[in-house]
């Protein structure tokens, strides 16, 4: 569970953690406020002896960026920041006794490794991986690694480093020892085939798709198509004994009746939080990609393949290509509703009877964030729609303030907006006004430590949740690359 504590209270806590986890105190390099002298600002990075992890190809690219943004300093120290932030203080690589790559992610300040998280903290240095051998095998880690994970327990969303017995193991679920919580959530499968599709496309590596992927796939098939609930919705049980609604599964644990519309249910949010109506919208679309994507992949292997092996990967991909046919079917007749003001928008949750959530939440699989995940083309005039819909007061999880303006959720609660909304709406942005007004905030709302918070205040940014966010960290060099070629250098120098 990601603990909900502003700056005071997360001094300590920090504290704690770096100090059992690190030979150094990393909590000061963190939290400290940084104010620029002559104009320079100090690095936050930790001393090169310090970094976990280090690669010249993200060297070189942060060098390059720094470059071209001399006439913003302060954008291109929060750069330098945060775009290696995932590689020095999270990366956890290793070889293995047999000679193959294996690669542990923490997600910053908690010592366990998620699923999604992972598959999007190192996902910006794909690109770069045929530049750098060494970034190339880590990358290479971290996916037979979330192969391994799956396999080990398929309803697990986030794992320990070995069977440790860390993390939620009084939880009513089936706990293994090395899993740290077991939240069943549809993203934590898509995120991982996300990334080894990428990798594949870019490196032209395919040793990845071994005895472990196959693995991997079937139990994800297995999974999807029991979530579908058209036999039964007890597959999976989860209880939390918790003062936290959103920790727990209602419904004795196996969440609310959904009808079986060909819809896959998921029981929690990206956020970690408990779904409301199963049918988690933005998940379902990423589940479509995610199956086209294995479909693909599975189709490659089957040329390279026996006879046996041939047909068992071509088995395989077709029932992929069918579930995320059913799918996208199902988000055709139920994802829809026609808002009186916005005209027809995607919901957040559904179940099938006709009840719908109109919200949108944070955390990535998001409403806002389907344009960026490439779930939905960016000119689709439903999701124009519902981008708009989302970025407002009619959002129950939208706030604005004095500090800034952004989706959050219940997570965090009221009033505390998620720069990683704001980062979805500037991906997603077809304005430079827009892009300018997004780039702005999140420049203006880092409390002056350098870094991207979890969540601020929306009328005071000093106060703000987790100092340490890997994610959000890398995700925000993610989005100045992308700026930048896209031709908005001159626009970043401007703000």
Same mark, same amino acid.
């Given at each position: 569970?990601?603990?909900?504590?502003?700056?005071?209270?997360?001094?300590?806590?920090?504290?704690?953690?770096?100090?059992?986890? +690190?030979?150094?105190?990393?909590?000061?390099?963190?939290?400290?406020?940084?104010?620029?002298?002559?104009?320079?600002?100090?690095?936050?990075?930790?001393?090169?002896?310090?970094?976990?992890?280090?690669?010249?190809?993200?060297?070189?690219?942060?060098?390059?960026?720094?470059?071209?943004?001399?006439?913003?300093?302060?954008? +291109?120290?929060?750069? %330098?920041?945060?775009?290696?932030?995932?590689?020095?203080?999270?990366?956890?690589?290793?070889?293995? %006794?047999?000679?193959?790559?294996?690669?542990?992610?923490?997600?910053?300040?908690?010592?366990?490794?998620?699923?999604?998280?992972?598959?999007?903290?190192?996902?910006?240095?794909?690109?770069?991986?045929?530049?750098?051998?060494?970034?190339?095998?880590?990358?290479?880690?971290?996916?037979?690694?979330?192969?391994?994970?799956?396999?080990?327990?398929?309803?697990?969303?986030?794992?320990?480093?070995?069977?440790?017995?860390?993390?939620?193991?009084?939880?009513?679920?089936?706990?293994?020892?090395?899993?740290?919580?077991?939240?069943?959530?549809?993203?934590?499968?898509?995120?991982?085939?996300?990334?080894?599709?990428?990798?594949?496309?870019?490196?032209?590596?395919?040793?990845?798709?071994?005895?472990?992927?196959?693995?991997?796939?079937?139990?994800?098939?297995?999974?999807?198509?029991?979530?579908?609930?058209?036999?039964?919705?007890?597959?999976?049980?989860?209880?939390?004994?918790?003062?936290?609604?959103?920790?727990?599964?209602?419904?004795?644990?196996?969440?609310?009746?959904?009808?079986?519309?060909?819809?896959? %249910?998921?029981?929690?949010?990206?956020?970690?939080?408990?779904?409301?109506?199963?049918?988690?919208?933005? #998940?379902?679309?990423?589940?479509?990609?995610?199956?086209?994507?294995?479909?693909?992949?599975?189709?490659?292997? +089957?040329?390279? #393949?026996?006879?046996?092996?041939?047909?068992?990967?071509?088995?395989?991909?077709?029932?992929?290509?069918?579930? +995320?046919?059913?799918?996208?079917?199902?988000?055709?007749?139920?994802?829809?509703?026609?808002?009186?003001?916005?005209?027809?928008?995607?919901?957040?949750?559904?179940?099938?009877?006709?009840?719908?959530?109109?919200?949108?939440?944070?955390?990535?699989? #998001?409403?806002?964030?389907?344009?960026?995940?490439?779930?939905?083309?960016?000119?689709?005039?439903?999701?124009?729609?519902?981008?708009?819909?989302?970025?407002?007061?009619?959002?129950?999880?939208?706030?604005?303030?004095?500090?800034?303006?952004?989706?959050?959720?219940?997570?965090?609660?009221?009033?505390?907006?998620?720069?990683? #909304?704001?980062?979805?709406?500037?991906?997603?942005?077809?304005?430079?006004?827009?892009?300018?007004?997004?780039?702005?905030?999140?420049?203006?709302?880092?409390?002056?430590?350098?870094?991207?918070?979890?969540?601020?205040?929306?009328?005071?940014?000093?106060?703000?949740?987790?100092?340490?966010?890997?994610?959000?960290?890398?995700?925000?060099?993610?989005?100045?690359?992308?700026?930048?070629?896209?031709?908005?250098?001159?626009?970043?120098?401007?703000?």
């Amino acid at each position: 569970m990601r603990k909900t504590i502003f700056a005071i209270a997360l001094m300590s806590a920090m504290s704690a953690m770096a100090q059992k986890h +690190a030979e150094v105190d990393v909590h000061a390099r963190y939290t400290k406020v940084v104010t620029p002298v002559n104009g320079k600002y100090e690095s936050k990075r930790p001393p090169v002896a310090e970094r976990l992890f280090t690669s010249e190809a993200v060297e070189k690219k942060i060098k390059e960026v720094q470059k071209l943004l001399k006439k913003n300093p302060k954008l +291109a120290w929060m750069f %330098a920041n945060c775009y290696p932030n995932t590689l020095e203080s999270t990366v956890h690589y290793r070889q293995l %006794a047999n000679g193959d790559d294996d690669t542990f992610v923490y997600t910053g300040d908690i010592p366990a490794m998620w699923l999604r998280d992972s598959g999007a903290q190192v996902w910006p240095y794909v690109a770069l991986a045929n530049k750098d051998e060494k970034l190339k095998k880590m990358l290479r880690g971290v996916i037979l690694r979330q192969l391994k994970c799956i396999n080990i327990d398929r309803y697990a969303n986030a794992y320990n480093d070995g069977p440790t017995g860390a993390g939620w193991q009084k939880d009513d679920t089936e706990m293994k020892a090395e899993v740290f919580e077991r939240k069943y959530e549809i993203d934590s499968f898509c995120y991982p085939i996300r990334l080894a599709y990428e990798y594949w496309k870019v490196t032209g590596d395919d040793s990845i798709f071994g005895e472990d992927w196959m693995q991997a796939i079937g139990n994800i098939l297995k999974t999807f198509h029991e979530q579908q609930r058209k036999e039964t919705a007890k597959a999976y049980h989860f209880t939390r004994m918790t003062d936290r609604a959103f920790d727990t599964v209602g419904w004795d644990g196996f969440g609310a009746p959904v009808k079986p519309v060909g819809l896959i %249910a998921s029981l929690f949010r990206p956020s970690d939080d408990a779904t409301i109506l199963p049918f988690l919208i933005p #998940s379902n679309f990423m589940a479509v990609s995610a199956m086209n994507k294995a479909a693909e992949i599975l189709k490659h292997v +089957a040329e390279k #393949s026996e006879t046996e092996q041939k047909n068992k990967a071509l088995g395989i991909a077709q029932d992929c290509s069918a579930l +995320a046919a059913e799918v996208k079917d199902a988000l055709q007749k139920y994802a829809v509703y026609d808002h009186p003001k916005y005209g027809k928008i995607y919901a957040y949750e559904v179940d099938g009877f006709g009840n719908r959530l109109l919200m949108d939440d944070a955390n990535v699989p #998001s409403l806002l964030g389907m344009g960026y995940l490439g779930d939905v083309e960016m000119n689709d005039p439903i999701y124009q729609n519902t981008r708009r819909f989302v970025w407002s007061e009619d959002n129950p999880c939208f706030f604005r303030g004095k500090a800034g303006e952004g989706i959050g959720g219940p997570h965090i609660g009221y009033d505390m907006p998620w720069p990683m #909304s704001i980062m979805m709406k500037c991906f997603t942005a077809q304005s430079d006004d827009e892009i300018r007004w997004c780039m702005k905030t999140l420049l203006n709302t880092d409390a002056g430590m350098g870094f991207i918070h979890e969540s601020f205040h929306k009328d005071d940014a000093s106060k703000y949740t987790r100092a340490w966010f890997a994610w959000q960290n890398t995700l925000f060099g993610e989005l100045v690359i992308k700026l930048i070629n896209a031709g908005k250098v001159d626009l970043l120098n401007s703000l």
